[in-house]
């Protein structure tokens, strides 16, 4: 069975710092890859997705993610945060052998002003 | 923007009592989907549904969980006698195809809460 792991619980980072959240995933064919973010109080907003080509994806408010096959990863980056980044991300796996997806147990980002 | 709208925000209920859950999930889609949160835990899958039926469910959706649409745009889930574990968000997807390639779209969530 699929599976996602996200090994950042809380990662808290100052304004203007760069940002990286791991992401793993166990599923040895072809995978489709997604981050979303949930807003406090908010629904989850998709916030990029692979299916396939270029393996570094640009995303909504400046992020972006790449896609390692060989490391079996999709780590989200952001080059300066911002407070209003403060919210929780989820990387999620949609793969061949199932209709649903599987999610990662999120990391909850704090951006301090 | 067409988005899944899910009611209510927030339940508060008794142990034993039954939920409904409602979700209206976008217009033009086929596909719908459940999943919940537990606090300080992973979105876990419930349950998938399409054409009336019950497509894939999880270990999870027992006896105690049902799904229906009966109206053409609502789509529900119903705990039939809560319990403490059952609290949890819970959040409404839809989809327009089953193509892997097709975006699921999610509602704001229903906070269950159960005494």
């Known amino acids: 069975a699929q599976s996602v792991s996200q090994h950042n619980h809380h990662v808290i980072l100052s304004e203007a710092a760069s940002l990286e959240l791991g992401c793993n995933y166990s599923y040895g064919g072809t995978v489709n890859l997604f981050w979303y973010v949930q807003y406090p109080g908010q629904h989850l907003q998709l916030l990029l997705k692979y299916f396939s080509g270029d393996p570094l994806v640009k995303g909504i408010k400046g992020f972006e993610a790449e896609f390692i096959k060989s490391k079996f990863s999709f780590n989200l980056r952001k080059p300066s945060v911002q407070w209003s980044d403060t919210a929780e991300y989820f990387c999620a796996v949609h793969s061949g052998s199932a209709r649903q997806l599987t999610f990662g147990s999120g990391t909850q980002l704090t951006v301090l002003p | 923007e067409p988005e899944v709208t899910q009611t209510p925000s927030h339940q508060v209920t008794q142990m034993g009592q039954e939920v409904i859950l409602r979700c209206v999930p976008i217009s033009n889609h086929l596909y719908f989907y459940w999943y919940r949160q537990i606090l300080g835990q992973k979105v876990e899958f419930l349950v998938s549904?399409?054409?009336?039926?019950?497509?894939?469910k999880s270990e999870i959706f027992d006896d105690q969980f049902s799904v229906e649409r009966p109206d053409g745009s609502n789509f529900t889930l119903k705990i039939r006698s809560t319990k403490l574990e059952d609290s949890a968000m819970y959040f409404c997807?839809?989809?327009?195809?089953?193509?892997?390639?097709?975006?699921?779209?999610f509602g704001q969530g229903t906070r269950l809460t159960v005494v």
């Open positions: 549904f399409y054409n009336n039926e019950i497509s894939e």
């Open positions: 997807a839809s989809r327009s195809g089953r193509k892997l390639d097709t975006e699921a779209f």
